[in-house]
């Protein structure tokens, strides 16, 4: 079976461009999660789809990111104007929780975003 | 407030050697999970090992087990016998609530290297 994949791998891009990345989560999988990890510091949270619905944002830093998950399935996150504190690896994580219990998160390999 | 704290950036471990990264945590919520990942230098996020809030016995998954004393908010992971393909980032995380749709909270990492 496929894991969670994530495209690009790596993107190198100017202060005030655009860029999208991609995941693809684990097919079946309802929750899709979208994580950030700048250089040094913990990996946080930026947001939470089920299906196509956005169950928890709170995490996106500000208006210039956007996720959408059009039809509950693949998942992009787009930073435009991208800035320079932009920079980290986005993780993109799915998972297909139980009812009850943990259901354990799925993660992509990341897309290293360097914005210059 | 932090929720994980690992207070460890580096470790060096010799070969065959047991080792313990530290992890504590922070949260009022009677119910959660604690999990390690680990994220070699390719870049994937591999899940190790988890350990509930209500588990009576600290978790074990082969060369990996989590010593867990709630009191404490630790949640140490011991890995016994090291190989070398354990160098990799460790990362401590939790997950609250009964709600399994909840996002993680990370630490900021251990590096660990394993002496030949």
């Known amino acids: 079976e496929a894991g969670v994949t994530q495209f690009p791998s790596h993107s190198v891009i100017e202060k005030g461009q655009t860029v999208t990345l991609r995941c693809d989560p684990i097919?079946?999988?309802?929750?899709l999660y979208w994580y950030r990890r700048v250089m040094g510091k913990e990996i946080k949270f930026l947001l939470h789809f089920v299906k196509e619905s956005k169950q928890d944002e709170s995490g996106m830093p500000n208006n210039r990111f956007l996720a959408e998950r059009t039809g509950g399935t693949y998942s992009t996150l787009k930073v435009q104007p991208a800035e320079l504190e932009d920079s980290g690896v986005y993780f993109c994580?799915?998972?297909?929780?139980?009812?009850?219990?943990?259901?354990?998160?799925?993660f992509g390999p990341g897309t290293r975003l360097t914005v210059l | 407030a932090q929720k994980i704290t690992q207070t460890q950036p580096g470790m060096f471990v010799q070969e065959k050697e047991a080792v313990t990264l530290d992890c504590t945590y922070d949260?009022?919520?009677?119910?959660?999970?604690l999990f390690w990942y680990k994220q070699p230098s390719s870049g994937e996020m591999i899940f190790l090992i988890y350990q509930g809030s209500y588990d009576q016995q600290n978790a074990t998954e082969g060369r990996y087990s989590l010593n867990f004393q709630k009191a404490r908010k630790s949640a140490n992971l011991v890995i016994s016998a090291s190989q070398l393909g354990d160098s990799a980032m460790y990362f401590c995380?939790?997950?609250?609530?009964?709600?399994?749709?909840?996002?993680?909270?990370f630490g900021t990492g251990t590096s660990l290297t394993v002496i030949p």
């Open positions: 949260t009022s919520d009677p119910s959660y999970g």
């Open positions: 995380a939790m997950r609250e609530g009964v709600y399994t749709g909840n996002q993680f909270y």
């Open positions: 097919s079946g999988h309802d929750n």
């Open positions: 994580a799915s998972s297909q929780d139980p009812p009850t219990g943990f259901g354990e998160q799925f």
